[in-house]
């Protein structure tokens, strides 16, 4: 299987293709072990349908912040947590393979996050949710368009109907200003965007 796919994929702009037809998970492992050659390209997996992606600065720097905020408020709030960043999820009897962009197992550290984070700067590739609902992820965050929408699996007795369910506030960290994050993450210096979040949240604290 040949794919024409340059090395200079690490430029600023995020990037996807979805590899033509159907593959094979022995196909995926192989184009997996050709993508770790080339830094800043990531694969994923879903139903035999192959996806490269790229990331650009913007969309690191996004990541990162929130990481730091949310960090920030677990160290502020005395929640235990466990990082897992981008540590991938894979398995072939699941038929999913996938790198969140951020993800924290909260509580005690599990085989797969209670909560990944995307940032999604633009559309199309293999459906996220549909990975992420394989590994019965608990809370899913997108960020988009300087929102972040929080979906929320919904478990029922048969497996069939597992689902996300978008709501307007995250139930893992159910105390958690959304609109402050969100208008933290904008701030381009991260001191001032980590010192401005933490104020935010020691003013909400004060009884009134």
């Known amino acids: 299987m ?50 490269l992606m790229t990331t650009g600065k913007v969309h690191e720097r996004i990541k990162k912040f929130i990481a730091i905020l949310l960090e920030a408020y677990f160290f502020e709030k005395g929640i235990k947590f ?72 919904r478990d029922a007795e048969e497996a069939r109907q597992i689902r996300y369910e978008q709501v307007t506030k995250s139930e893992v960290l159910p105390q958690l200003n959304l609109a402050l994050l969100e208008q933290c993450v904008q701030i381009s210096d991260v001191f001032e965007a980590r010192n401005l979040f933490l104020q935010g949240l020691n003013k909400s604290a004060k009884p009134k």
């Open 82 to 153: 466990f990082p897992a960043g981008n540590a991938t999820c894979e398995a072939e009897e699941r038929g999913a393979s996938f790198d969140p962009d951020e993800s924290y197992c909260l509580g005690e550290d599990k085989e797969y996050p209670d909560l990944g984070i995307e940032v999604t700067l633009t559309s199309g590739g293999i459906q996220k949710l549909e990975k992420y609902k394989r590994f019965k992820v608990r809370e899913v965050w997108f960020w988009q368009d300087n929102h972040i929408s929080v979906h929320v699996l």
């Open 2 to 51: 040949v794919v024409s796919f340059s090395e200079k994929a690490t430029l600023a702009h995020e990037q996807r293709l979805v590899i033509p037809g159907r593959h094979s998970w022995q196909q995926f492992k192989t184009m997996q072990v050709w993508a770790n050659e080339i830094p800043g390209l990531r694969v994923s997996y879903l139903d035999g349908y192959i996806e």
